[in-house]
Nanobody, 117 residues
Framework: QVQLVESGGGMVQSGGSLRLSCVAS????????MSWVRQAPGKGPEWVSS???????YYAESVKGRFTISRDNDRNTLYLQMNSLKPEDTALYYC???????????WGRGTQVTVSS
């Protein structure tokens, strides 16, 4: 079954850290571009970060310098290390398989991140 399953969300105080994981199954994630996308309450989806099949990494300006995207090809798993978290980082975080045209063709169910001030 082709799917993505996120984990690692939780509640932290401002300035804290979390590491999100996304396990891929049914396909080889290292062969694809992969992304993290978040959605805050009452807002639309916001792209956070992407990693290409060639290991190029891209970040939204709002998280640059604080978040790091990576993956473990042996585990078929994508990660998002989030440091110096802010209340405005509160959102449901999704991992998504990313097409060469920059849209998303497979989504996980998301993991909730809540940052208190």
């Amino acid at each position: 079954q082709v799917q993505l399953v996120e984990s690692g969300g939780g509640m932290v105080q401002s300035g804290g850290s979390l590491r999100l994981s996304c396990v891929a199954s049914g396909f080889t994630a290292s062969s694809d571009d992969m992304s993290w996308v978040r959605q805050a309450p009452g807002k639309g989806p916001e792209w956070v970060s992407s990693i290409t099949s060639g290991d190029n990494r891209y970040y939204a300006e709002s998280v640059k310098g604080r978040f790091t995207i990576s993956r473990d090809n042996d585990r078929n798993t994508l990660y998002l290390q989030m440091n110096s978290l802010k209340p405005e980082d509160t959102a449901l975080y999704y991992c998504a398989r990313t097409t060469k045209w920059g849209d998303f063709d497979l989504w996980g169910r998301g993991t909730q991140v809540t940052v208190s001030s």
